[in-house]
């Protein structure tokens, strides 16, 4: 998804870092595999979090950002064996110096369309008022915005002055709604989830386990996430879903690790992926999120 939503863009350029490596040939969830998911997300986090913004009042450096240069600058940064705290970590591109609830449906009809569509009205119920008469709530997406550019919305994000608040101007979303098309332009995947800030990543690593490490989809979007945005610069993770030892290695790397689900996080789990995997065969494969409530069906 494009500019508003800061999507597709940091999706982009998380792929483009680590194009670098051959995911697929590492142990799946090895502390090596996890460090460099990680430090793909904070370097890209980082850029989006500082340069991205509503499009009409933002001008976004998005050549350079998504360029296989700019790519192969910021992977160079990365070392296979310590985490690079994110306070040496900037925006790779200089900022310009003037300086939950949400729902995902992936569709494949029978000819063979697909559509991805997220929709938001940012936390659970929104600002929790319902327009009398009308019957719908209304949404909290202000808090999209870097209402204070600085300090972290509720998602943790801390992001700069291209997403400040303007009369007329679009929050800066995280939604990714994402439909893969193979070279030969056979429709691979489609696929989605809510989760605020970890959505990019949570799309990121569904995309990989299908693409590098060969799972089925179900099996895919099952499996354990991480997630990392620069700031708060620490590896969250899924309860239960790290053993003592890749923590500790993790940590020996210079990470800091912290389990999701401790009392002041929203949710003791990471996004809620819909995903359907168009194989070679022809055969589609649809998953719901075992995490929240959804259900792929078939008609
Ligand atoms: O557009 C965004 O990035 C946020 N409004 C999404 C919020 C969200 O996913 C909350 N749901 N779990």
């Known amino acids: ?61 998005l050549a350079r950002l998504l360029s296989p240069e700019y790519a192969a600058e910021r992977r160079a940064t990365i070392s296979l064996d310590r985490a690079t705290p994110s306070r040496e970590v900037g925006p790779g591109v200089n900022a310009p110096t003037e300086h939950p609830h949400t729902t995902h449906f992936s569709v494949v009809d029978s000819a063979g369309n697909a559509v991805a569509v997220t929709t938001t009205i940012n936390s659970f119920y929104g600002i929790r008022a319902v327009v009398e008469g009308a019957g719908f709530l209304l949404n909290n997406e202000m808090d999209d915005f870097s209402a204070k550019p600085g300090s972290a919305n509720q998602f943790g994000l801390v992001q700069g002055e291209a997403n400040a608040v303007a009369p007329g101007k679009r929050p800066l979303s995280a939604m990714s709604p994402t439909i893969v098309v193979g070279r030969d332009g056979r429709l691979s995947l489609v696929l989605g989830t809510p989760g605020g800030s970890t959505i990019i990543t949570n ?97």
Do not use: C
């Open 1 to 61: 998804m494009p500019p508003s939503s800061s999507g597709g863009v940091t999706l982009a350029m998380i792929a483009g870092i680590l194009e670098g490596y051959d995911l697929g040939r590492l142990q799946w969830h090895s502390p090596r595999h996890l460090h460099l998911l990680t430090e793909a997300f904070r370097r890209a986090y980082a850029d989006r979090n500082a340069l991205l913004g509503d499009p009409d009042f933002v001008a976004m450096p």
């Open 203 to 299: 799309v990121f690593q569904n995309l990989s386990n299908v693409l590098d490490f060969g799972m089925g989809v179900a099996r895919a979007v099952s499996a354990p996430r991480i997630h990392h945005q620069h700031l708060p610069d620490e590896i969250g993770y899924e309860p239960g879903s790290l053993t003592a030892e890749t923590i500790a290695a993790l940590q020996a790397m210079g990470h800091a690790v912290k389990v999701r689900g401790s009392p002041d996080a929203a949710y003791p789990y990471i996004g809620d992926l819909q995903a359907i995997l168009v194989r070679p065969d022809g055969v589609r494969e649809g998953a719901s999120d075992p995490r929240r409530h959804g259900a792929a069906v078939g008609y």
